[in-house]
């Protein structure tokens, strides 16, 4: 760790999971209950819109009633205490990070509590409903959708995650199946450009043999025995 300067933090649904928030692919998931083709593409918005708004409108509220867990809080403990260069890059579209208190969160899937006028392009803070198909608070237009990047979309702020990923001594997966890309991809991006790779997870992930080190079980353990090592505390 003395020769660690620039971290760079990839969370997924598992970080949450004992906030008890659904991830995706596990027993019992959330696309174990929803066609991923009808929930989570711009196509399956343009067959059936209102049953993709309601699926968006249901977790919206739900997440709004969960809370951080203390994976969250040790990961708003180590941005806030790291000297060096840290980005937590987030493929949740849940706000749990920022509810603990970190700061240099990159939500690359969007988030529930957003929603994008495709009539304006602009996107408006949205904690109630879409279903009914407000007016968008810039334009007027009944053209607000979820902002989150469903499949065949491009995942947000990508040029800044690479060059954090070029930068970067050390690179930590958090709770990430590591089967969508481009996420899955980070890890041998990181390694490329000469990172260390540690992955914190429930179970080994598709990509488990790219990682230096991996330790198995749930990140409200894993997550805060790791933070205390890196802050040598
Ligand atoms: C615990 C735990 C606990 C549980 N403690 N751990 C063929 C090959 C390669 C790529 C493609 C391909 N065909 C198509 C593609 C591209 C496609 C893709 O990857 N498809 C795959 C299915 C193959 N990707 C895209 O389309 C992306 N866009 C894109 O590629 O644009 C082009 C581009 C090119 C080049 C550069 C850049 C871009 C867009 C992907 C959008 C994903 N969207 C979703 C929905 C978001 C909105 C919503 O929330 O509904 O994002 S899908 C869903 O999966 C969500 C998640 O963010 C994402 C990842 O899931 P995650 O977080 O890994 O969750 P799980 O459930 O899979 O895993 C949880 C893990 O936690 C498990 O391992 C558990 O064990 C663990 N766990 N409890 C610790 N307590």
């Known amino acids: 760790m003395e020769r660690v300067r620039n971290i760079v933090i990839l969370t997924g649904a598992g970080v949450s999971a004992e906030s008890g928030i659904d991830t995706f692919r596990s027993a019992g998931g959330l696309w174990e209950q929803h066609r991923v083709e009808d929930v989570a ?16 409108d249901m977790r919206r509220e739900a997440i709004q009633q969960k809370r951080p867990n203390p994976a969250h809080d040790a990961l708003a ?5 790291w000297d060096g260069e840290l980005l ?22 969007g988030e529930h509590l957003n929603a994008w006028c495709t009539a304006c392009d602009v996107r408006s803070a949205w904690t109630g409903p879409l ?3 407000p007016p968008c608070p810039e334009c007027g237009e009944s053209a607000l959708r979820p902002d989150v990047v469903w499949f065949g979309e491009m995942p947000y702020q990508m040029e800044r995650i690479y060059a ?28 490329a450009n000469g990172a260390r790779t540690l992955e914190l997870n429930l179970e080994p992930s598709q990509g488990s043999r790219w990682f230096d080190e991996t330790r198995l079980g749930p990140a409200s353990e894993l997550v805060p025995v790791w933070v205390d090592e890196v802050l040598g505390e």
Do not use: W
Request: some cysteine.
């Open 41 to 56: 593409t711009p196509e399956g918005f343009a067959r059936d819109p209102e049953l993709v708004l309601r699926f968006y």
């Open 131 to 133: 279903i009914n198909r």
């Open 77 to 81: 403990r180590l941005d806030a205490t």
């Open 164 to 191: 954090a990923l070029a930068e970067c001594d050390l690179f930590v997966s958090i709770g990430t199946s590591g089967a969508v890309y481009p996420a899955a991809g980070f890890v041998r991006e990181a390694k």
């Open 88 to 109: 937590l890059v987030t493929q949740n579209v849940d706000d749990l990070h920022e509810r603990a208190g970190a700061a240099n969160v990159l939500h690359m899937h």
